[in-house]
C-alpha cells in the first residue's frame, strides 16, 4: 500500500525549513528530490569501493567496475533494451543529446530535414541549429496548439523523403503535454526517419520500453528520477550506434592506439571517453531501483490525484489562467494570475517556503506563443501531498493580495 | 543629502517593520506608486537582461550629479529598484563609484541582490556605477 507519509521520510531534505516554513518543494521537473537509499549508495561508494574503473588488475577497480556495470544493466532493464552495449551512461539528457546531433554531422548533407517540436526546451534546440549549421541540412518546426499538444496533421505534412531524423520530447517541461511519441515514431520510420526522444521529462512518471516504442534513440536525466545530477543515458539502437562516430576522444574510448590510427572500442566504451561519474552511475541505478520498488502504477495514480486536485484548486482563484490544457499530461502545472509577473509570485512563495519555477522555462517559443513572458510552474512528485497543494493555493492567494 | 544618509534613513524606515510581510508589501507599494522612468527610455538599448525580470535604466547628467530613472515589469523588482535609485539619484559621479550596496542586506532584501538571482538587479547596480565610471571620466 502506498502511504505518502511514510514514502516521505525517505527523502530528508523534505523535513527542512525554508525561511522559516516547512519546505514545499514543487520544482520536480527541475530536479527531483534524493531518497536516503540513493545517498546511502553514494556514500558507500566512496566509502568501499572507490576505483577507476574498466583499468585496473586489483580487487577494488573490479568491484567498482562490477558495481557501475551492474548500473547499466539496471537501466538496460528499465528501458528494456536489448542489449546492455545500447546503454551509453552520460552526463545528463543535454550531454546525449549534443552526442547523436554531433554523430550526425557525419551523416547529413545539404537539403536534409531535421524536424524538432515546439515544445522543445531551448538548450535542446541549440544542437539542432548547429548540426544545420555544419551540414546544410534545414530545420523544421510541428507547431502546438492553444492547449500545448503538437499539431500531428502539420507534422505528417512536414514529412518527406528529406527527413533524416526527428527530435521530440516525450513530456514537455513548460506545460506537461504528453506528446504523442509512438505515432511519430511510426510515421517518421514510414519515410527513413530517425526518431530521437528527450525523455527528461518523461522518466519521472512513464516507464519508457524502447522496444515497444521502436524508438532510435531515447534519452534522460537520472537528477529528475530521484537520482544524482551530473548522469544521464543514451538508448541507441545497435545499428545506430555502430553508424555514429565517436563523440570526444579519450581514454576508455580506444581500443588500441598508435600515431598514425586508432581503432575505436566497441560499444559502449566507445562514447564514453574519460573517467564517468561512477559514484553517480552507481547511484542512477539505485535510483530504479527505488521508484521501480513504489511501481511506476503507483506513482502515475497518485500524482493523476494531486494533479487534479490542483487543478481544481487553482483554478478557483479569480483571474488564475493554466496553460498546457492537454487532456495528456503529467503533474504539472503552469498558470499566470491575472497581470501579475511570475516572478514576483515567485518571490512571494518563496517566502512562504514554497519552492515553484518562474520564467520562461527555457522554453521561450511556447512564450512567445501564448504572448507570456512566462508563468509559475508548479510540478508534484509521488511525495507530495495534498496539504502542500493546499499550503500552494493559500500562497498564491497571499500572493495576489499582495501584489495586486 | 549623501548616500549613507539616504541609506540610513531607508534603513531607519525599514526597522519599524516586524516581518517580511510588511517590509514586502511596503517594496511592492513604492513600486507600484513610482512612475520611474519615461517611455522613450524604455527601449531595447537601456534593457538590462536578467534571466526573468527585464529592467530598464536610463542616466542623465545633471549640473555635476547623475539622475538615474529605472524600471521593472515585475513590481517586487520595481520596489527594489526605487529604493536603490533613491539612494544613488542625484549624486556626484565620485560618491556613486565608492557607494557600496549593504544596506540591502540590513533592510532584509538581501537575496534580491545575490548575484545568483536571475532578477537583473545585480547588472544593474554594476550598470548604474559604469555610468558613474563613464560620467566621472567626462568630469576630468
Ligand atoms: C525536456 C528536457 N530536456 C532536457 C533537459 C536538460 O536536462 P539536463 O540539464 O539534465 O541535461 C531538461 C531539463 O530541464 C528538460 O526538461
Redo the contacts with the bound molecule.
Keep these: 500500500m502506498f502511504n505518502v507519509q511514510d514514502i516521505r521520510k525517505d527523502f530528508p531534505i523534505l523535513s527542512r525549513k525554508v525561511n522559516g516554513k516547512p519546505l514545499v518543494y514543487f520544482d520536480n521537473?527541475?530536479t527531483s528530490q534524493t531518497p536516503q537509499q540513493v545517498i546511502d549508495v553514494i556514500v558507500d561508494y566512496y566509502t568501499n569501493y572507490n576505483a577507476n574503473i574498466h583499468r585496473g588488475v586489483h580487487t577494488l577497480s573490479q568491484e567498482a567496475t562490477d558495481l557501475y556495470e551492474q548500473a547499466r544493466q539496471k537501466v538496460q532493464t528499465h528501458f528494456n533494451a536489448k542489449f546492455s552495449h545500447e546503454i551509453i551512461l552520460t552526463?545528463?539528457?543535454?550531454?546525449s543529446?549534443n552526442l547523436v546531433a554531433n554523430g550526425f554531422s557525419s551523416l547529413l548533407k545539404k537539403g536534409d530535414e531535421i524536424i524538432v517540436s515546439a515544445l522543445?526546451?531551448h538548450?535542446?534546440i541549440v544542437p539542432w541549429q548547429m548540426l544545420c549549421e555544419r551540414t546544410g541540412a534545414v530545420l523544421k518546426v510541428i507547431p502546438m496548439n492553444e492547449d500545448g499538444e503538437l499539431v500531428m496533421n502539420d507534422f505528417n505534412n512536414l514529412l518527406s523523403k528529406n527527413t533524416k531524423l526527428v527530435f521530440v520530447?516525450h513530456?514537455?517541461?513548460a506545460l506537461g503535454t504528453i506528446n504523442p511519441i509512438a505515432y511519430i515514431i511510426e510515421k517518421a520510420h514510414q519515410v527513413g526517419a530517425a526518431v530521437l526522444i528527450?525523455g527528461?521529462?518523461a522518466c519521472p512518471h512513464i516507464k519508457p520500453d524502447v522496444q515497444a516504442l521502436d524508438v532510435d534513440f531515447y534519452v534522460a536525466?537520472a537528477?529528475?528520477m530521484c537520482g544524482p545530477?551530473g548522469v544521464?543515458m543514451l538508448y541507441g539502437k545497435e545499428a545506430w550506434l555502430n553508424k555514429l562516430p565517436p563523440y570526444q576522444g579519450g581514454g576508455e574510448m580506444i581500443a588500441e592506439v598508435t600515431f598514425e590510427k586508432t581503432t575505436y572500442a566497441g560499444l559502449p566504451h566507445k562514447f564514453e571517453a574519460g573517467t564517468p561519474n561512477i559514484a553517480g552511475g552507481v547511484a542512477f541505478g539505485a535510483a530504479i531501483d527505488y521508484i521501480n520498488n513504489i511501481g511506476f502504477d503507483t506513482i502515475a495514480a497518485y500524482e493523476n490525484d494531486l494533479l487534479d486536485y490542483a487543478t481544481e484548486k487553482l483554478l478557483a482563484i479569480e483571474g488564475l489562467k493554466i496553460y498546457g490544457t492537454s487532456k495528456n499530461k503529467t503533474s504539472v502545472i503552469s498558470f499566470n494570475l491575472e497581470n501579475i509577473h511570475p516572478y514576483d509570485i515567485g518571490t512571494i512563495l518563496d517566502k512562504l517556503g514554497i519552492a515553484v519555477r518562474t520564467g520562461h522555462h527555457?522554453a521561450q517559443p511556447i512564450m512567445d506563443f501564448y504572448r507570456i513572458p512566462g508563468t509559475v510552474r508548479a510540478s508534484f512528485s509521488f511525495y507530495n501531498t495534498k496539504e502542500e497543494i493546499d499550503a500552494l493555493v493559500e500562497g498564491v492567494k497571499k500572493a495576489k493580495m499582495m501584489l495586486s | 543629502m549623501t548616500i549613507e544618509d539616504i541609506q540610513n534613513e531607508i534603513i531607519d524606515e525599514f526597522s519599524m517593520f516586524d516581518d517580511w510581510e510588511e517590509r514586502y508589501q511596503y517594496m511592492i507599494d513604492l513600486g507600484k506608486d513610482l512612475p520611474l522612468i519615461d517611455d522613450q527610455y524604455k527601449t531595447e538599448s537601456n534593457i538590462i537582461k536578467g534571466c526573468q525580470s527585464k529592467v530598464w535604466v536610463h542616466a542623465e547628467m545633471k549640473g555635476d550629479k547623475i539622475t538615474f530613472t529605472a524600471d521593472s515589469d515585475a513590481i517586487i523588482t520595481k520596489g527594489i529598484i526605487a529604493i536603490l535609485i533613491r539612494a544613488f539619484s542625484d549624486q556626484h559621479p565620485k560618491d556613486i563609484i565608492d557607494a557600496n550596496t549593504d544596506f540591502i542586506d540590513k533592510i532584509g532584501l538581501k537575496e534580491h541582490l545575490s548575484p545568483t538571482r536571475a532578477n537583473g538587479l545585480v547588472s544593474m547596480v554594476k550598470q548604474l556605477k559604469m555610468y558613474a565610471i563613464a560620467y566621472q571620466t567626462q568630469l576630468n
Design positions: 521537473a527541475a552526463s545528463g539528457t543535454t550531454h543529446i522543445e526546451h538548450s535542446n520530447n513530456i514537455s517541461n528527450d527528461a521529462q536525466s537528477h529528475k545530477t544521464g527555457c
